[in-house]
């Protein structure tokens, strides 16, 4: 049963716009959620991050939204840029419980154009 | 600060074959962990090593297995090769003190079963 999903596979946005990438979980343990950015080829990379105590995280263009009793959180990517062109990971962990392993979403393909 | 490092980047190997992959984490990095990366399951823990002890283990069978040393580096070690066991691997190493982490991750090895 997957305890992290990603409902959209793709999003395709125009530059200079909003991206919204959205993300739901089951497990309500988890206490730290995270986006990651991926390109092919590549490993994953560390976007932002957000603890369970917050409602909010900010980091330059991203932002992360975490709405505890939905169980759902957000990526905003404002302005969106053609190189944000890449597919993001939704993942969560329980480090309060030591449970510091990541459970990952399947990932949405962002495409921003030109 | 280097990134975190993985050997080698490709492998192909067949059948009944074994495979040893390996990571040097992040300088002052303690927690190395590893991902299995396919297009089915997405990405998915296999197990988590901290100072030289495994501390979290992902639902994979006993063919796979890893160690970490005392550096911190740490290896893993995949029997009796499945073509089902084609995949990226992933690397991805953290402080893991007491407060929320994140984890960083390698590039990946690339691995085909033939």
């Known amino acids: 049963d997957q305890q992290v999903k990603q409902n959209s596979p793709s999003l395709s946005v125009q530059e200079g716009r909003i991206s919204i990438l959205n993300c739901d979980y089951t497990?309500?343990?988890?206490?730290?959620f995270l986006w990651y950015k991926k390109y092919p080829a590549e490993g994953p990379t560390f976007l932002i991050s957000i603890s369970s105590i917050k409602d909010k995280n900010e980091d330059g263009r991203f932002t992360v939204f975490l709405n505890k009793s939905a169980k759902h959180l957000s990526l905003h990517i404002v302005p969106s840029q053609p190189g944000d062109s890449a597919v993001y990971f939704c993942a969560a962990s329980d480090y309060g419980g030591s449970q510091g392993n990541l459970i990952f979403g399947k990932g949405t393909k962002l495409s921003v154009k030109p | 600060k280097a990134g975190v490092t993985q050997t080698p980047r490709y492998l192909i190997k067949t059948r009944g074959q074994q495979v040893t992959l390996s990571c040097s984490p992040i300088s002052g990095h303690r927690s190395v962990s590893w991902y299995q990366q396919t297009p089915g399951q997405g990405l998915q823990f296999l197990f988590e090593y901290f100072s030289e002890t495994q501390r979290n283990k992902g639902n994979f069978p006993g063919r796979f297995s890893g160690r970490q040393f005392s550096n911190s580096r740490s290896e893993m070690n995949v029997s009796t090769l499945e073509l089902g066991d084609s995949a990226l691997y992933l690397c991805?190493?953290?402080?893991?003190?007491?407060?929320?982490?994140?984890?960083?991750f390698g590039p990946g090895t690339r691995l085909t079963v033939l």
């Open positions: 991805a190493s953290s402080v893991r003190d007491s407060t929320y982490n994140e984890q960083f």
């Open positions: 497990n309500s343990m988890f206490d730290y």
